[in-house]
């Protein structure tokens, strides 16, 4: 191939689209990819100065050797094909195959414990990172986290993640994909599982307004924080600002239960297909940070001890993109703090993460209470 040292996989959806932005800013030469060369080149056509930096458009099958061939001679493989749970495992085969380090967006918890359980040993052993979950609604709620828990004697993470906006036709058939899965938080270090039909009524920082929020399919910070020696529980809210949208999900939630889960396991994926693209076919527009807010509030506890931050920003999927750009820019200078399964936090640093959110203006300054 070209030896660009980047391969953006899925890059004309819209979340690829954003890391290809950010990698052009970085500087860093890529090869977009995905199964239609078309569409991925129409999507790039209309990043503003994408000219300025060096990339090439490839089309792949989505096969191991097709993507083993596509990947070798690269560093970094940033991984936008979801839900990961389907499409994931051939990209992270021929990553590994390839010596590439391995990114991507998901939420999905089940395709994260089968990530470790699978491969994480075979990326560590050969000192790369397998970090699936490099994103706005995880990467930016654990920065809080790490920032909490920068005081010692702290065991306990409240995590809420709340934004304005709504999910891409991608995000939204990867919820309806986790909807099948068990969901799991973290009790003494246990992964125990949720009720499905589990909703909070969360109090939510800066308004006075509360909001309507799920676990979310559990999240990505159960399965980051279960070997943190520092960390016993975690449970996670999610959610949008929306109250009606959110109404709509627990319905969902309440129609997959009663009325999918009894499918035959091979009738599920087709169902869900359609009550996903039902909810969300389209594209979402380009975020407007004025409208797209997002909010991640951690309450940190301990014995004897509290902590809370709060870090307000916009445009949830910049926020994403630009954590992915990063994330290779840092990859193809100095090896990750950790190999084999681990964090963007635990792979790059928490404040370090938190600058390239600043420098970018995607987020404020965070707000944090500590009482001993």
């Not at 970085?26 to 209309?46: M, S």
């Not at 499409?87 to 010596?99: D, K, Q, R, T, W």
């Not at 099948?180 to 499905?196: F, R």
């Not at 902590?307 to 990859?331: M, P, R």
């Amino acid at each position: 191939m070209g030896g660009k040292p980047v391969v953006v996989y899925g890059a004309s959806g819209y979340t690829g689209r954003l890391v290809c932005e950010y990698l052009r800013e970085y500087n860093v030469p890529f090869i977009a990819a995905g199964r239609d060369k078309a569409r991925v080149q129409e999507v790039l056509d209309k990043v503003p100065g994408i000219e300025t930096v060096d990339h090439e458009v490839v089309e792949v099958e989505h096969n191991v050797s097709a993507l083993t061939e596509l990947f070798s001679g690269a560093k970094v493989v940033s991984n936008m094909v979801g839900p990961f749970v389907k499409y994931g495992p051939e990209v992270v085969e021929a990553s590994l195959a390839a010596g590439c380090h391995y990114l991507d967006t998901t939420g999905e918890q089940d395709w994260m414990l089968e990530a470790e359980k699978n491969w994480s040993d075979k990326f560590a052993a050969q000192g790369l990172l397998l970090s699936p979950g490099v994103a706005q609604m995880y990467t930016t709620g654990e920065i809080a986290a790490n920032i909490c828990l920068e005081t010692p004697g702290l065991d306990t993470l409240d995590i809420l993640v709340l934004w304005k906006g709504f999910p891409t036709y991608a995000s939204t058939q990867t919820i309806f994909t986790i909807l099948k899965a068990d969901w799991h938080y973290l009790e003494q270090n246990e992964l125990v599982k949720w009720d499905p039909l589990t909703t909070f009524e969360v109090n939510v920082p800066g308004q006075h307004a509360s909001a309507l929020a799920l676990p979310w399919g559990g999240t990505s910070h159960p399965v980051w924080f279960r070997h943190d020696p520092r960390v016993a529980n975690v449970k996670v809210a999610g959610g949008v600002f929306d109250r009606t949208v959110m109404q709509g999900v627990v319905e969902a939630v309440k129609m997959v239960e009663s009325q999918i889960k009894t499918l035959p396991l091979d009738q599920q994926d087709a169902a869900l297909g359609e009550v996903a693209a039902s909810v969300q076919a389209s594209m979402p527009p380009r975020e407007n940070p004025r409208i797209n807010t997002s909010l991640d509030s951690v309450h940190a506890s301990g014995p004897l001890g509290r902590a809370h931050c709060v870090i307000h920003g916009n445009s949830n999927y910049k926020q994403t993109g630009a954590l992915q750009a990063y994330a290779a820019y840092s990859l193809l200078q100095q090896p990750p703090r950790r190999a084999g399964l681990a964090s963007a936090c635990q792979a790059f640093g928490h404040r370090e993460l938190l600058g390239v959110l600043r420098s970018f203006g995607l987020v404020l300054e965070p707000v944090v209470t500590v009482h001993h």
